[in-house]
T-cell receptor
């Protein structure tokens, strides 16, 4: 089944404790992206990647890191989480490197609580 | 810079009645417009998109949207609402000069009452 998977689905952590949220897609997609969803703000893009070893900042990259060492994986790293990073996170992928015209496929989401 | 607005936080409609979820956008070039739906505890799912051509776009689950360039709108519609349509709906816009980004609206929650 074609899908985007994220792990973990739920995470409670404390301020300053490094964490990684994994994202993997099995559709051989070029483009992958991370979003955070907050009430009243919709989805805001954190980072995106147009191909292996090619990443760029979205609208809200502060406090986050990403890497794209393999085409299928795009982990999101929070080196020192803070309470304002409590949010619902979505990974997405798209078949084209520049997905202006293309549908994005979303993972199920990771709900993060930073105490 | 591109932007998208969904002026209604919530839309309430009775089952069987037509529904409209509004979206307006702002871009400097040609817009590429999308609607996604989010059911509880799920990721976003694609409904439909406008790239070019016919202004009336048909999508999944009986939804359609009308692209209106003069009003810079892309409203989502369905002739007869179902209770199962209750969900959170997001409009999104991208453009070639937009730095490869897709901008999402804040979302509109649709409640369909039986």
């Amino acid at each position: 089944e074609a899908q985007v998977t994220q792990n973990p689905r739920y995470l409670i952590t404390v301020t300053g404790k490094k964490l990684t949220v994994t994202c993997s897609q099995n559709m051989n997609h070029e483009y992958m992206s991370w979003y955070r969803q907050d009430p009243g703000l919709g989805l805001r893009q954190i980072y995106y990647s147009m191909n292996v070893e090619v990443t760029d900042k979205g609208d809200v990259p502060e406090g986050y890191k990403v890497s794209r060492k393999e085409k299928r994986n795009f982990p999101l790293i929070l080196e020192s989480p803070s309470p304002n990073q409590t949010s619902l996170y979505f990974c997405a992928s798209s078949s084209q490197a520049v997905p202006v015209f293309e549908t994005q496929y979303f993972g199920p989401g990771t709900r993060l609580l930073v105490l | 810079a591109q932007s998208v607005a969904q002026p209604e936080d919530q839309v309430n409609v009775a089952e069987g009645n037509p529904l409209t979820v509004k979206c307006t956008y702002s871009v400097s070039g040609n817009p590429y417009l999308f609607w996604y739906v989010q059911y509880p505890n799920r990721g976003l799912q694609f409904l439909l998109k406008y790239i070019t051509g016919d202004n009336l776009v048909k999508g999944s689950y009986g939804f359609e949207a009308e692209f209106n360039k003069s009003q810079t709108s892309f409203h989502l519609k369905k002739p007869s609402a179902l209770v199962s349509d209750s969900a959170l709906y997001f409009c999104a816009v991208s453009e070639l000069t937009g730095g490869f980004k897709t901008i999402f609206g804040a979302g509109t929650r649709l409640f369909v009452k039986a």
